[in-house]
């Protein structure tokens, strides 16, 4: 006989651990591994008030952000929604089932404002970069250039020419070579070996 459902009384103390329910074997977990935020609060010391109230945490942030490209999430909005969601998402974020997640305008605001003027995105790339070269993940000895130019059609009176990729990428060595005169000529030797095939 089907008996009904019984209803307990709801548990006053739970033990539960994110830990636990994210898979070893989860895309977030190998990139975690190799993502190392401890310098970010250093690098944006000088953009944030030494007054006023405490803001949403950087790495937060990031790591929200990181989530987003990894999983193709376009949308701030849908992102923190996914967050709030997602036992794995909030692992890789380091929040707790509690914790409350950041408001999506917190991202424009810190995109436009702070992370462009401290160039930290560059900063996270760089360190990111050094640490899987470190780690023996990639040689950090060639430059690989992944671009489809397609032409538009869009406005016909105010449109630029279209470039080769060959181009491009002598172009962006030449710009690097203003800034950094002796990794260009690592990159410009790097650039003809890709380009030449």
């Known amino acids: 006989m089907m008996g009904p459902r019984q209803e307990a009384q709801p548990a006053l103390f739970y033990e539960f651990s994110l830990e636990d ?25 000088d953009f944030y008030s030494h007054t006023g109230r405490p803001s949403v945490d950087p790495e937060l942030l990031i790591r929200m952000l990181l989530v987003g490209y990894c999983f193709g999430i376009r949308s701030e909005r849908r992102l923190c929604e996914e967050v709030h969601l997602n036992l794995a998402y909030r692992w890789f974020c380091r929040l707790d089932l509690s914790d409350k997640i950041p408001d999506h305008s917190t991202f424009s605001k810190n995109r436009h404002g702070r992370f462009r003027e401290s160039e930290l995105l560059r900063h996270l790339f760089e360190t990111t970069v050094a640490r899987c070269i470190a780690e023996g993940l990639v040689s950090g000895q060639r430059l690989a250039v992944d671009a489809s130019l397609i032409e538009a059609d869009a406005n016909k009176q105010n449109s630029t020419p279209w470039s080769s990729p060959t181009e ?30």
């Open 21 to 45: 329910y994210v898979p070893q074997n989860h895309l977030l977990r190998s990139i975690d591994r190799f993502v190392d935020l401890s310098s970010i609060r250093a690098h944006l010391a």
């Open 168 to 197: 491009v990428v002598l172009r962006y060595v030449r710009k690097t070579e203003e800034t950094d005169g002796k990794q260009a000529t690592k990159a410009r030797r790097d650039c003809y070996e890709v380009t030449a095939g």
